[in-house]
């Protein structure tokens, strides 16, 4: 079984700074994609920053330059450190990554539960 924990979230003034961490534990043979998607009330979730295992990223238009991820592939962890927050960055945060647990085929997209962040005005 494989499981991804996140940690982190909390409530912020805007302006301030967040750091998200998640872990991924279970039976794995590659992890490949690790991203982080968000969730605001009424809306639909949407990317907000991936890395691949070599380290290429990809960051929703909203959070460059504010939001950097970063990945550490000898703890199965990737990260999103959040600076210069603003209200409208406030939702429930959701790790991801595409997992292969078999020894041949393709991997599966797992999902954290989730870490609200909150930012006030």
């Known amino acids: 079984q494989v499981q991804l924990v996140e940690s982190g979230g909390g409530l912020v003034q805007a302006g301030g700074s967040l750091r998200l961490s998640c872990a991924a534990s279970?039976?794995?043979?590659?992890?490949?994609?690790m991203g982080w998607y968000r969730q605001a009330p009424g809306k639909q979730r949407e990317l907000v920053a991936s890395i691949t295992s070599g380290g290429t990223t990809t960051y929703a238009d909203s959070v460059k330059g504010r939001f950097t991820v970063s990945r550490d592939n000898t703890k199965n962890t990737v990260a999103l450190q959040m600076n210069s927050l603003k209200p409208e960055d406030t939702g429930v945060y959701y790790c991801?990554?595409?997992?292969?647990?078999?020894?041949w085929g393709t991997g599966s997209d797992y999902w954290g539960p989730g870490t609200q962040v909150t930012v006030s005005s």
């Open positions: 279970g039976t794995m043979r590659s992890i490949n994609t």
């Open positions: 991801n990554a595409d997992i292969r647990t078999r020894l």
